[in-house]
């Protein structure tokens, strides 16, 4: 190992003993009960719920998989993506936050996303709490198994090492906190993370510019790219017989530009991005846990801010990186790694350990929020919910720490194929959970009529419909090829409101409960 690379080992090291003192230091308070472990006692103060809520939900996709898909096929993909994320932020914020946060406490206390669902609809027989826990079981699993994927191509692209090994060795530091401080300790180095993460991309992009040759030549280089810097076409990189951009004189070749998917309908497409924030467990969960609803508006100015920033110096890194580095990366999946390879040239090695520490920080932030929604799915849902209601705290915390082993093992399984596309595997993931809990989210809070049944019908259809429409639906292409998010939400939707209507209304103490829940000074 060279001396650059054992000073880029040094600053990494030095924050995972960070990190990881602060999963020991929460260990006490966090055992204390269920609701300390699983959701903080609902004691977060606005800084600390909005950088948590969007650490943990940008991943190493906003560092690795975002700025991929912009070096190779150019900005439209990325760009439309990014602004419909921008989009969904400020909305989710604006519209659910207040609300859930009012209504978890109200309805029973709620300290799970199924928990609030089933305790929302008087849902005795724990139905919808257990096909609500199931369904976070099974798009937790695909979103670990992505996080692990960036955490094995970082350190196999860093220092030339074995990516199976380090993507285990990175799956075992983010469930050796997780495991030990519960979700203190993963909003507070969510905190930590979201710091690094934001920083990282600014001083990748500015470099990467200067190293361009400044913002005129790096223009220039990109605009004789056909379709590249266009928001309604794509560059059509030329490749080979074995799917590699083909190289001519040392610069990658270029067919001409395509019009981007279908269009209008892809550009929707990508914009539907935004609706998953309806329904991301790993974001809503912050909500439920802040200090007191009125800091939600403080949490949002910051979230948004953290979120414009993050993404557009997200897509530029990976623009630019085309044009600093033409011909480095010649397939999709190679390309992911332009953010390491930029901050290892610009950037002495030890600062460079900080800045790519970014990446580990986005990928532990979301990886151990999973594991902990999951887990919290596994224990108090299905085990405490259903197998065991007079179970103690103590047999709920044991049950939950073997959920997460199990979990942990699972993600490893999905990981080991190290010519995944992150953003592939987070999109499937991302629109599971937003066709399955979105629609549901909304009804919940807003529409007084829907009831248990609907609620069921809307879960069920969502997550069927991306499974399905991902599977079958997409190859037929055209409008079919549309992202199965937003089918998935509008068929979910229209379930909700349909099966709500054709059954019996909620009862009186349903909608009593609907009637003043915002009412609550909490």
Not at 482 to 509: D, M, N, Q, R
């Amino acid at each position: 190992m060279s001396v650059d690379d054992i000073q880029v080992v040094l600053a990494m090291a030095l924050y995972f003993i960070v990190v990881l003192s602060v999963g020991f230091f929460y260990l006490k308070k966090s055992n204390a009960s269920s609701e300390n472990y699983f959701l903080g006692g609902r004691g977060l103060g606005p800084w600390l719920t909005a950088l948590s809520a969007e650490a943990s939900d940008m991943s190493g996709w906003l560092l690795m998989g975002l700025p991929g898909i912009a070096y190779f096929t150019g900005a439209s993909d990325a760009m439309w993506t990014a602004i419909g994320l921008a989009i969904g932020t400020y909305l989710n914020w604006k519209f659910v936050a207040k609300r859930l946060r009012k209504y978890s406490e109200v309805a029973g206390n709620a300290i799970t996303l199924p928990d609030f669902f089933s305790n929302r609809f008087r849902d005795d027989k724990r139905i919808l709490m257990s096909v609500a826990a199931i369904i976070i079981l099974l798009f937790f699993c695909i979103y670990c198994g992505s996080c692990f994927v960036t955490c094995g191509k970082l350190f196999a692209t860093l220092f030339g090492l074995d990516y199976t090994t380090m993507m285990i060795l990175g799956a075992l530091v983010v469930f050796v906190y997780t495991f030990v401080g519960g979700y203190l300790s993963v909003c507070t180095t969510d905190l930590i993370q979201g710091a690094i993460m934001i920083c990282a991309l600014v001083i990748v992009f500015v470099g990467s510019v200067a190293m361009a040759g400044g913002v005129e030549n790096t223009v220039a280089f990109l605009q004789g790219i056909p379709g590249f810097l266009s928001g309604t076409q794509q560059a059509s990189p030329i490749l080979d017989e074995s799917g590699r951009q083909v190289v001519e004189n040392g610069m990658p070749l270029f067919g001409d530009a395509v019009l981007y998917g279908s269009g209008a309908i892809t550009i929707i497409s990508c914009l539907a991005w935004g609706l998953g924030y309806f329904g991301m467990p790993q974001v809503l969960v912050r909500f439920m846990s802040v200090r007191h609803s009125n800091e939600i508006k403080k949490s949002r100015i910051i979230a948004t801010i953290w979120v414009v920033i993050s993404l557009a110096s997200a897509v530029c890194i990976g623009l630019v990186g085309r044009a600093a580095l033409p011909a480095q990366f010649l397939t999709g999946p190679d390309a992911e790694s332009i953010f390491i390879v930029l901050a290892q040239i610009m950037l002495p090695s030890f600062v460079c350990g900080l800045v790519v520490s970014g990446i580990f920080a986005a990928t532990m932030s979301s990886s151990s929020s999973y594991l902990l929604i999951a887990g919290s799915a596994i224990s108090q849902n299905l085990y405490k919910g259903l197998i065991n209601k007079n179970a103690t705290e103590a047999q709920s915390m044991f049950v939950s720490r073997v959920a997460l082993t199990v979990i942990l093992i699972f993600g490893i399984v999905i990981a080991l194929d190290q010519n995944s596309s992150i953003f592939q595997v987070v999109s499937y993931a991302w629109a599971g959970f937003g066709a399955s809990f979105g629609p549901l989210m909304l009804c919940s809070l807003y529409w007084r009529r829907t009831n248990k049944q609907g609620a069921l019908a809307g879960m069920l259809v969502g997550a069927v419909t991306v499974i399905v429409w991902n599977l079958f639906v997409k190859q037929l292409g055209g409008i079919f090829a549309v992202y199965e998010l937003l089918p998935g939400f509008i068929f979910a939707l229209i379930a909700i409101v349909v099966v709500s209507l054709l059954t019996e209304e909620p009862s009186k103490e349903v909608t009593d409960e609907f009637d003043t829940y915002m009412e609550a000074d909490v």
